[in-house]
């Protein structure tokens, strides 16, 4: 180490010290001659000379500071292109259809993380950038497969014909899409899921209620049916469908008859007199 730096321990012992021993001990390390106040030979270290890009980004910083703001909040935040948005659309609907694949064939437990990116041919880490559990996926995915199902039993409750016969129209395509997919849909009314899924599925259990609902409610309305509460009667017909349904989705053979079985069941619930159709 140079002579010119050392380290030296100070002590102030002048009169003007209270009893002569001085306001303490300060240890300083630096150039000789600087720490009492005289410029030595090598004289004090020079300032160090800052770049004028980040002199101009401290002085930019400190602004900020003075208005009791953050600098960083004014960022330039990081935008996707279309093209980039598209192609991560893209991969997610992949993601998806390779996951409802999956849940067709063998259920909630086949539709792992690992499994899904598989079938759809990308790594198991893509899979994280859009969903960051299988919890996550499962809900996206149960979200996906019912409103499609959705949707099929309301077009079929705006189908031609009279009151009754949407009514039968929107119980056949309930019970028919169910048993022409059982294991699919056996995993959306029936298969034990984590709580995530079973909330999303109370919420379309009861969007699978409002369209019988809204049939039974304009039926009553008309004095086809008689009085009744119309969200009661739809949810115990939605409830007591999927219950009938899970013997036959779940391995059970369903019978050639029970489609109409069951149409006549939610007929005779409504209270539609047996004469009341041909």
Known sequence: MRSSLRHRCLRDTSPAAPGGRGVGTALVMGVSGVADGRSGPTGPPPERKLDPVLRRRAAWKEGFAERGDCWSNYRVAYRRTPRVQARLDSQRELLLSAAAALLAEQGYAGCTMAAVAARAGIATGTVYRHFASKSDLTVELFRTVCQGELAAMAQAAEGPGDLLDRIVATTETFVTRALKAPRLSYALLAEPVDAAVEAERLVFRRAFRDVFAAQIAEAVESGVLPPQDPRLSAAAL??????????????????????????????RALGVRPHGRE
């Open 238 to 267: 939605v409830g007591a469908g999927a219950e009938a349904l899970t013997g036959p989705l779940s391995g059970e053979t369903a019978g050639p008859d029970t489609v109409a079985e069951l149409v006549g069941f939610v007929l």
